[in-house]
């Protein structure tokens, strides 16, 4: 018996430990990236998609908190740590934050569709205005629905002996809730699925109409950035079909506690992917983080201060070669010109001088 509640109680500490060591860095890692956007309104607030990206960033960071804080100490006591009550507020906040999360997600692939494929008509559709009545639909949505779990009926709960928030299926409401949020959660996914092929098949639109108001070297590294924010996106939304699917199907195969710990950590990885992928693709974000948290050896792009003074250095002198070439070939040609003058004028003379005598 004592070698059984040993065994149980070390299970129950690596769960709690592979919980912990998932969340709270990728929680941790999400509040710097928040700080760096909103330390730099005027480079990031002019784009919608960064907008919406702080409203996810928001209802992740929320899910990732109830994972670390609530979570992990529940599954180290193996009890509701605050009592049946808080508990059930804790599965409003979870489901308001996931419901927050799906129209959000649906909203920045529209946002991308605009930007790479209707690129003259992105700042008119999706400007402050527009960005926050988006904004507004997408938390009225996360609230009505996600607060129908504070209703008897329906109940999400965190079991800590399986490792995993889901569904009290003793409810009858819940049966339901759980299609309506399988259906959620797919339509969601076929947004996103038609914005995305979209983005890959039709060609961007041409850029006549902005063409007073942007040169084409302009267009075409604007085009560049909105497409790369696209892909950007994407890989986020393949861990999310991956992982939100499981948070709702690994249940009805199987009742281990591994397998639902499993769907634990691809919930958590789905949510504490995005700041690592900003990081890595994400070149304006990753060099203002690196300016912000590393300032002493770190310039605005992201390259150390002695690189970026070598490779200053590098172009102005590539620069000046180019000029100077440039002036020789021009003083070539005017050298060749004037003797080509010259001769001219010489053969005239000549000619005329030929005729008189004549």
Known sequence: ??????????????????????????????????????NNPQKFANN????????????????????????????????????ANFDILIGVIFNIAYFSCLPCIAAIGVNRYFAVCQFVSYDSTFNRRNTR??????????????????????????????????YDMTNWGNVYFQWFDRFLTVCSFFVIFFCYVAIIVKRPTKFGSTENRLNTLQQTKRKNVERNLALQFGVIVLILIFAGLSFTIVPELTANRWFMLVASVLYIVNNGCGPFV???????IRSHFLQLYCRSTIEADGKPAGLMKLGAAVKVINTARRLSNKDNNKVKELRASRRNTTLTR?????????????
């Open 278 to 284: 900003y990081l890595i693709f994400n070149s304006t």
């Open 346 to 358: 010489r053969e005239t003379v000549i000619r005329r001088l030929t005729v008189n005598r004549q």
């Open 48 to 83: 919608s998609y960064y907008t919406l990206l702080l409203s996810l960033a928001l209802s992740d960071s929320v899910l990732l908190s109830l994972y670390g804080f609530y979570a992990v100490p529940c599954t180290l006591l193996q009890e509701n740590i605050f009592g």
């Open 133 to 166: 009545i988006v904004l507004a639909i997408v938390w009225a949505i996360g609230i009505f629905f996600g607060s129908g779990q504070a209703f008897p009926c329906c109940t999400l709960r965190f079991s800590h002996y399986n490792y995993s928030f889901a």
């Open 1 to 38: 018996m004592n070698n059984s509640s040993t065994s149980e109680a070390w299970m129950d500490r690596i769960a709690a430990a592979t919980i912990a060591c998932l969340s709270l860095p990728a929680l941790a890692v999400y509040i710097l990236v928040v700080i760096v956007i909103a």
